[in-house]
């Protein structure tokens, strides 16, 4: 009963969070270009697939990945070995970076381009090379930023120092990094917080500031996702001086 | 056939994403910490849930709004060129097309939605979900229509970033300091599964069709506004948020 309570409401929140914009696709489409729908009605199924998996994936948060990242976050500070932390910090960022689809994309489009304006030689095993050079660089700066991040958390270190020296390294290396990796880096660090990775994250930091004394579950729980999009920039500039 | 078939196979492809991050999290449980799972039946449901539920999301996007969204975008680009004379003011509609893309994307983002979710339980309610996910839906809102208004004029990427940067580090200093780690953290949740794939093709549509414009250097510009002015955006809400209590105080 109380699960069908839970699913209703998210289904109700998935009609609301949709709302926008199906409004401003059905408004361009008939309003601005004027143009009639092309098949309406798998349109219909488009839509109505999408509201019930928001809402499963609402529900599935609350019941699945929040509370399993919290208890291991608990847990971990409770049994206070560092070591075993940060090795299971450093896995989940990596981990769950290394496989996700949208980076494969990225850095195989980037070792294509790199390719073709003479970066690395123009052949098929050295592109592979090349695309899988730049995917274990970006994952393993994401389970970095989860270290330093959780490191963090742990000493209470303020966040905005962290970052802000992370963004000044970001655009000195944009001046001697060659020219052909910089927009691939920069993209690199937008495309690594997939929607498994983030709740996950999140749940992991805010779990761990709200069992540690002395730490506020808001100012010191957020964060990990900032780190995890910033180190990846720098990684990957760092692997591009380092190949060339 | 596409609709028996299309399902299995992005449930296959979510499966490869939540799969092993279940595995990691058993693993630690039981190897490392020793405990059992709690309530391991439930949690196991709710990661089916969330495999389920992406797999439908996905699927149901790619079904019902990326294919229109897509078109829609290049043919605005190519629509605002064919228009007329090629001043920046001819894009207007793409302008608001981009303005509107950027907010109602964000607004259906489900990790926004994860994270706005977190924040407010671990304010205990002193931040909003919904006022928090306004907020960072205005930022990309902003953000994308002033990115493709630099696609369509030619001005410089760096510019706009190094004085976006500056902005965050003045208001990182003057803003209430519980919100500046939230406000980072959205920068970098912003650009996921819904935003990027139509905005992608509206940076690609305009940079192709704008005379002078190659869509390798000035395609990927977007997300990188997508990711700054939330920040931006946020923290304003929160200083906002903080003037109005102190003049309420007085």
């Given at each position: ?214 730490r506020d579950p808001v100012t010191d729980g957020f964060g990990l996702i900032a780190l995890a999009s910033l180190t990846p920039m720098i990684f990957v500039m760092l692997f591009g001086l380092l190949v060339h | 056939m596409d609709i028996i078939f299309d399902p299995l196979r992005l449930l296959l492809a979510t499966a490869k994403d939540v799969v092993p991050v279940l595995l990691l999290l058993v693993l630690f449980q039981t190897l490392v910490l020793k405990r059992p799972i709690p309530r391991p039946g439930r949690i ?160 690609l549509g305009l940079a192709s069709n704008v005379p002078g414009r190659s869509p390798a250097l000035d395609g990927f510009g977007l997300i990188a506004f997508a990711s700054l002015f939330p920040i931006i955006s946020v923290l304003g809400y929160a200083q906002l948020a903080q003037f109005k209590a102190r003049r309420r105080h007085r």
């Amino acid at each position: 009963m109380q699960f069908a309570a839970a699913l209703g409401k998210a289904l109700l929140g998935a009609c609301r969070d949709l709302a926008p914009i199906v409004l401003v696709i059905a408004v361009f489409q008939l309003l601005v270009l004027q143009q009639p729908f092309p098949e309406f009605a798998s349109i219909l199924i488009g839509l109505a697939l999408v509201v019930v998996g928001l809402a499963f994936f609402v529900v599935g948060l609350d019941i699945g990945l929040f509370p399993l990242g919290e208890a291991l976050a608990e847990e971990f500070a409770r049994k206070g070995s560092l070591f075993w932390l940060l090795l299971f910090a450093f896995t989940l960022g990596a981990g769950t970076t290394v496989a996700e689809p949208a980076l494969i994309a990225v850095t195989r489009e980037g070792a294509i381009a790199a390719a073709e304006s003479g970066l690395i030689n123009n052949l098929p095993e050295a592109i592979d090379r090349y695309a899988l050079g730049v995917r274990l660089t970006v994952a393993l700066s994401v389970g970095a930023a989860i270290v330093v991040g959780v490191l963090r958390i742990l000493r209470g270190w303020p966040l905005p120092v962290l970052i802000v020296s992370g963004y000044v390294l970001v655009m000195v290396m944009t001046l001697f990094a060659p020219e052909g990796i910089v927009g691939l880096a920069y993209d690199s660090g937008g495309v690594t917080t997939s929607t498994v990775t983030v709740p996950l994250v999140t749940a992991l930091g805010v779990g761990l500031a709200r069992t540690i004394r002395g730490r506020d579950p808001v100012t010191d729980g957020f964060g990990l996702i900032a780190l995890a999009s910033l180190t990846p920039m720098i990684f990957v500039m760092l692997f591009g001086l380092l190949v060339h | 056939m596409d609709i028996i078939f299309d399902p299995l196979r992005l449930l296959l492809a979510t499966a490869k994403d939540v799969v092993p991050v279940l595995l990691l999290l058993v693993l630690f449980q039981t190897l490392v910490l020793k405990r059992p799972i709690p309530r391991p039946g439930r949690i196991i449901f709710g990661f089916c849930l969330v495999l389920v539920g992406m797999a439908c999301f996905l699927g149901g996007l790619d079904l019902a709004l990326f294919p229109l969204g897509r078109s829609m975008a290049i043919l605005l680009a190519e629509g605002a060129r064919s228009g007329g004379a090629d001043t920046w003011a001819s894009y207007g509609w793409v302008y608001l097309f981009a303005l509107l893309v950027g907010f109602s994307t964000t607004i259906a983002e489900p990790s926004l939605i994860a994270v706005a979710h977190k924040a407010e339980e671990a304010s205990r309610h002193s931040i909003s979900a919904w006022g928090l996910r306004l907020a960072v839906a205005i930022g990309v809102a902003v953000g994308i229509a002033l990115g493709t208004f630099r696609i369509v004029s030619g001005t410089p990427l760096y510019l706009y970033i190094m004085v976006g940067y500056v902005v965050v580090a003045v208001q990182t200093v003057l803003a209430p300091k519980m919100i500046v780690p939230l406000a980072y953290d959205s920068g970098g949740v912003t650009t996921s599964t819904v935003t990027v794939p139509l905005v992608a093709a509206l940076g690609l549509g305009l940079a192709s069709n704008v005379p002078g414009r190659s869509p390798a250097l000035d395609g990927f510009g977007l997300i990188a506004f997508a990711s700054l002015f939330p920040i931006i955006s946020v923290l304003g809400y929160a200083q906002l948020a903080q003037f109005k209590a102190r003049r309420r105080h007085r």
